[in-house]
């Protein structure tokens, strides 16, 4: 059932899941939402699987008109969302009625939104997702950004909501900080032996700034130089979303949810998982800093995480 009419696309609109986890032994990027905690949670305070497809807004979101009854919830970035003109609160269920006008303007913080609708986003499963990868052209809408004109379905057939839908909110504990300056936590990486001890000692103490040169591949950093021991290049292996690559001018980039699955440029750390949403909702210029944890917290906190997602899908059910 046609549900979404796209008056304005806004910067870089596109529909995603949590990407493709069975084709990288293939060369296929895993793509998916670049912030999964706020993606997930938008899923589940309307009811989906944390897996339905959804639409992800990018630093100045889109205006858009609804075509039925429905259910929505937008999570993430503060893109200053209103409703017919009426500011709309994020990280809670909303009811919206035919012609209902959804408008976005400038992030207010943060970078990236979600919007989930209940019944989830119908579009064309590519390799098992639904996940738009723009550089290849396939999955989500038509491989591509959403433009003036689109209309978006939903799946009609799981679009049931009752009364308790209506009323869900998560609780603003829950909720992660889009904005602030914490630093983003990282595991050593696998060639960070091929950096000086002073490198390392920068990474951990220095603010990084977002280059404008950046996209859903990688973030380019800039700031102090890191030192390679012998050469930035290896080998080309394995990476994956996280890692932190150190090219010839010691500048790192650390590989998001388009990033391809091997590499050449030394790994100095990779960005622990439940850290992802949060570097994925620095915008160009923001500043970055990093700290080192060992593996086993890592585990742990992700452990935390999951933990609390459980506990969101049996309440939310």
Known sequence: MEFIEIIKPGMFSTVQDLGRFDFRQYGIPQSGAMDAFSFRAANLLVG????????????????????????????????SFTLNGRPLALWKTIRVMPDDILQCGSARYGCRSYMAVSGGIDVPLVMGSSST?????????????????????????????????????LPSKYRPVCDGNRPVRFIT??????????????????????????????????GPKLVHTSGADIISDYITMGSIQVPGDGQPIVLMSDCQVTGGYTKIGVVAG???????????????????????????LWREQEQLFSLLDINNR
């Not at 809408?141 to 009323?167: I, M, W």
Request: charged share 20%.
């Open 133 to 169: 990868f723009a550089r290849g052209g396939y999955g989500g809408f038509q491989g591509r950004s959403l433009r003036t004109g689109d209309v978006l379905a939903v799946k009609t057939a799981q679009r049931v909501y009752t009364a308790s839908t209506l009323c869900r909110v």
């Open 189 to 222: 990486g696998p060639q960070a032996d091929s950096f000086t001890q002073e490198s390392m000692d920068i990474l951990t103490t220095q603010p990084y700034t977002l280059s404008h040169d950046s996209d859903r591949m990688g973030f380019r950093l800039m």
């Open 274 to 300: 439940v850290d992802l949403p949060f570097l994925a909702q620095r915008k160009p210029g923001d500043q970055v800093f990093f700290e080192i944890i060992n593996i086993e917290q890592a585990q742990a």
């Open 48 to 79: 989906n699987r944390q897996n339905e497809a959804a639409v992800e807004f990018t630093l100045v979101g889109p205006k858009l008109k609804f075509l039925h009854e429905g259910v929505i919830a937008i999570t993430g970035a503060d893109l």
